[in-house]
DNA sequence: TCCGCGGCGAGACTTAGGTCGCAGACCCCC
DNA sequence: GGGGGTCTGCGACCTAAGTCTCGCCGCGGA
């Protein structure tokens, strides 16, 4: 492992080489398959983690079953760090959506690192602080927004600019991994998009979703 | 202001008399009525605040006027300090329930403690992690209970032992607030305490709620 | 080539929950 | 003691969303 690699993480961003050299002798590779669990809700909390490579659902199970997908994790985001500061269970569930490889860092470990070196706390409140508010917009949107409207801004934040001025998504979700996000049924999903086309705001070009407008999007929310 | 009410403050519970002197110099009052706004959401950050007595609540707002509560801060509960990391906007509006009166310290002279004093920091760490838990547990909440379960639920929040035995809830909210805060419309207080008064879990002596059962309501949710 | 399986489209139906309207109870304040 | 505002209790109604059940398509493996 370089230790460029571990600039990467927001949370190191701002640390001398001397302390980055002390982390990397805690840190653990992790390589899955994918749909590989990495760990469940409620057990005692292992380490956090940080991805390099692939995708990382972090979700909530209802008794019956149903999925609620609070985060998916990509490249360079971390997940678990709550257990590091309150010493309670892993908060959630964790399974690769895809193929991924991940830093772990042990909790004691990050902990006393942590305490070590206080720039690192700082970097944590400020990713602390990201969550707390993407958490409240996610109250906001489960209270308020119809499902309709709820999918209208997933659609939105996974619109990318594809060279050409034009407009794609960044990855191919199923209609079941979309509701277990927007927190819905699969079939709301399909009616959905049929409300969004008829707004002119995406097309359906069999079985794959296109942006048609940015603007007509943001209309529905 | 002594510096042993400081120390009711989680944030500061392990700080030695000299760095509660520092911090004691930069602490400001308000006092509120009942009703009054203190800040509302997306306007630029002041400060932090700490409730000494009364009650604020923390709230969303939908276009239309609906109320979403994210929590009721109480004695000793602080709020808004996510500004401080991130440099953002209020996050939420603020009112009081009740009467209150409130410590502030304004964005810039804590963020330069927490810089100076590590042990604030983990402090913060920790308090921010049970806010992360509490906004997951919403998320979870809102997805898959009913509302008859939220409500349940809020009610087992809100028991409290009366010195013999029995139980009493610590304080009468009107239904409309129960519902800004389970997300629902006043009606479905009335409902859902209807049938929890079915299940032999509540009792309702004219407009009163009476928790019978603790465990009845706990098979509730 | 054919089969099986996961993902999708779509219609019919059910249901939880939101909305509306109004009336009675209560409470404070004048 | 009267009167307006707030809170509650319904009942009737409406609608968004969940459920069930198909049949189809497309793809990959045997």
Redesign the pocket.
Known sequence: MLPEQLKSIAYFQDLDARVLDRIRTRVFEVRLQKGQVLFTEGEPAQAMYVVRSGQVKIFKLSP?G?EQVLRIAGPGDCFNEVPIFDEGPNPANAQTVEAAALWGIRRADMRRLVEEHPAIAIGFLKAFAGKLRYFTRKVEDL?F??????VAKLLLEMAEDDGKGGLRLKQ??????M?SVV????????????ALEKEGAIR?D??RVVIVSRAALARML
């Open positions: 019956d149903r209270s927004r119809s499902v309709t409207s709820r191919q979700f199923t209609q079941q991994e509701a927190g819905t049924a699969r079939e709301m999903i399909g009616r959905a998009f049929k359906l069999r079985h």
